[in-house]
Structures are given as structure tokens and as C-alpha cells.
């Protein structure tokens, strides 16, 4: 069966400083990947996706980017952390994209100070 | 911007009443999704319905989508303690769009 990892599962990091998060997903392959951004009683806001290795789409352009260095993994980044970075951070893939169904890792609590 | 607009924003109800929500969106899609997600947790896919059918169950749950008013709702049925969580859908424009729209999401809260 297929699973999504997804860590560190909280981070508290100050203004300035670079950000590292990773999804691995197993069992699969050649999945789509998707980072997703969710602000505190809100909605999903999407950041990145990917329909493979080194092919990415951004859809918010901001201090954040996205890497697929291997099929099954998924690294949003930044250099330089800002206050308004702060958020909940979910990580999904789909192997179906007609239906587009997607599975969700377990998100990542930012806080940046 | 969201396309779905899920609402009500809250919802708070008693053990074995049922829960409806409602979702509407703007554009053309192919199917439309409801997720679950339980309080700083992932989102969970709950059921799906193409633009081409008007209603679905499984289990306590039924969907309707209206596509000439761009609309959907979500009714649980004999709600449980357990249901606590935000429901949101999400649409799904089809063909080389890879992209799932989510809306904002609604907290329904089942009181014991």
C-alpha cells in the first residue's frame, strides 16, 4: 500500500533563516506532488506541484520553492524565512490524474518568529 | 482565489441530527471532491462526484451537485461525536489541469 511521509512535523524557526521541508511518498511511482499551504481557519492554498522528477509548477509566486530531486520526493524550501511563512504546510500526491484524488501527509506546523 | 465556497463557515450540532453543507464554485469542472480534515491533521478524501451524475452515497454520507447552479452539498446522516472535523470540497477541472481548488472549508462540531 502506499503511504506519504511527511516531517518535521512542527518547526519553529526565526525571521531570516532558511527552510527545509520534505515528502517522501512509497509504494508508488511516478506520482504527482503537490505542497499546499493552510493559513488558520482557512482554506488550502496551493503552492507547487509536480508531474515528475524536475518538473515543477508554481502557482504563488513567493520566497519559496519546490525541488523533486527523485521521483518520489518533494522538497519545499526557502533561503530567507519571513513572519507571513507562518502556517500549516500539507504535502499530497495522486496517481490517478483524471479523477485526481489526492492523499495527504500529516502537514508541517510552521512558526516563524 | 478559492472557486469553492463552502458554507456555512460553522456548523454545530447534536449527536444523531444531520449535517448539511454547501459548496459552490465558478468555473467548468469534471468532478467535484469533499475532504475531511480532523484538527491539525491532513486532509482525507471522503467521496467524489463527476459532473455528469447528481447524487452519490457511501455509508452516512450523500452528495448532490447541481452544475447548472454550480453547487454541491454534503449531508451526513445520524451524526456522531467522531464527525468533528472541517469538511471541504474541492473541484477538479479535468484534462491537463493537474490542480485541485479548495474552498474554505466548513468546521462542523457534533456536541455529545
Known amino acids: 500500500s502506499q503511504t506519504i511521509h511527511q516531517w518535521p512535523a512542527t518547526l519553529v524557526q526565526p525571521v531570516g533563516s532558511p527552510l527545509s521541508l520534505e515528502c517522501t511518498v512509497e509504494?508508488?511511482?511516478?506520482?504527482?506532488l503537490y505542497w499546499y499551504r493552510q493559513a488558520a481557519g482557512r482554506g488550502l492554498q496551493l503552492l507547487f506541484y509536480s508531474v515528475g522528477i524536475g518538473q515543477i509548477s508554481s502557482e504563488v509566486p513567493q520566497n519559496l520553492s519546490a525541488s523533486r530531486p527523485q521521483d518520489r520526493q518533494f522538497i519545499l524550501s526557502s533561503k530567507k524565512l519571513l513572519l507571513s511563512d507562518s502556517g500549516f504546510y500539507l504535502c499530497?500526491?495522486?496517481?490517478?490524474?483524471?479523477?485526481?484524488?489526492?492523499?495527504f501527509g500529516a502537514g508541517t506546523r510552521l512558526s516563524v518568529l | 482565489s478559492q472557486q469553492g465556497e463552502e458554507d456555512p463557515q460553522a456548523l454545530s450540532i447534536q449527536e444523531g441530527e444531520n449535517a448539511t453543507m454547501n459548496c459552490s464554485y465558478k468555473t467548468s469542472i469534471n468532478n467535484l471532491q469533499w475532504y475531511r480534515q480532523n484538527s491539525g491533521r491532513g486532509l482525507v478524501h471522503l467521496i467524489l462526484i463527476r459532473s455528469n451524475e447528481r447524487e452519490k452515497h457511501s455509508g452516512r454520507l450523500r452528495v448532490t451537485l447541481d452544475t447548472s447552479k454550480k453547487s454541491s452539498s454534503l449531508l451526513i446522516t445520524a451524526s456522531r461525536a467522531a464527525d468533528t472535523a472541517s469538511y471541504f470540497c474541492a473541484t477538479n477541472s479535468g484534462g491537463s489541469n493537474y490542480k485541485l481548488t479548495f474552498g474554505k472549508g466548513t468546521l462542523l462540531t457534533v456536541n455529545p
Open positions: 509504494g508508488t511511482s511516478n506520482p504527482n
Open positions: 499530497a500526491w495522486t496517481k490517478d490524474s483524471a479523477r485526481n484524488i489526492q492523499y
